[in-house]
């Protein structure tokens, strides 16, 4: 089997993503949710992404492991990739839908001490109804820098809260070194609020 995961519209079962490495700048399982919505995540790749791929070097040098809680089973548990990534999707309302985004590549995602993280509402037009950010700011000295290699991501929506998660990961030896940060709010905050609700570097 090729490392690398190549999606046709016939092929929507994203377990077939594990451990593989996708290019494509949108996660696996979310495929598999547009193409039941009629969304095209090509469209909405270009929409979010397409400053960052046009300006940025978006390619790191190794790929990185990314996760999402929603989607983990028994049959599949991570990807991998070297690029920015659209990484949750959900439906806010008639037309709209919730979408999780960064910009960066995960290796300056867990390279970065703060790391900014966007959310964005759009319609079915695609079209940007909202976008807002929040940072994540990891505590620990330079020494530890290159430490994390995983990233998870969560995003629930009920009524019309918001709740975000992002967990940085170290999956090699010696424990734990977890980073989890939950953001829970409405879009009509103006500003978003996170709270660090993991630091295993205290332990």
Known sequence: LSNIVSYSQNNK?????QGKEVTDFIAPYLKDLCYEENFKFDS?????????????KHFSIYP???SSLK???????????????????????????????NK???SIILLSQKSEWRVALIDTNYNIVLDKSFFTSMNY????????DMIYTSLNVI???????????????????????????KL???EIKVIQTQDDMDK
Do not use: C
Not at 44 to 56: F, P, S, V, W
Not at 141 to 148: C, I, S, T, V, Y
């Open 159 to 185: 009524n019309e809260e918001i709740k975000v998660q992002i967990t940085y990961v170290h999956t090699g030896g010696g424990g734990g070194r977890d980073q989890e940060f939950t953001a829970i709010f």
């Open 71 to 101: 989607y983990n089973t028994g049959m599949w548990t991570y990807y991998t990739t070297k690029t920015p990534m659209i990484y949750e999707i959900e439906k806010y309302d008639t037309g709209q839908y919730i979408v999780l985004y």
């Open 64 to 66: 990185f492991y990314l």
């Open 104 to 106: 960066l590549n995960p």
């Open 13 to 17: 079962n994203y377990e077939f993503s």
């Open 188 to 190: 009509s905050d103006i």
């Open 141 to 148: 000295k330079n020494n530890f820098a290159g430490m994390w």
């Open 44 to 56: 909405l790749t270009i929409l979010l992404l397409e400053d960052t791929l046009r300006t940025e």
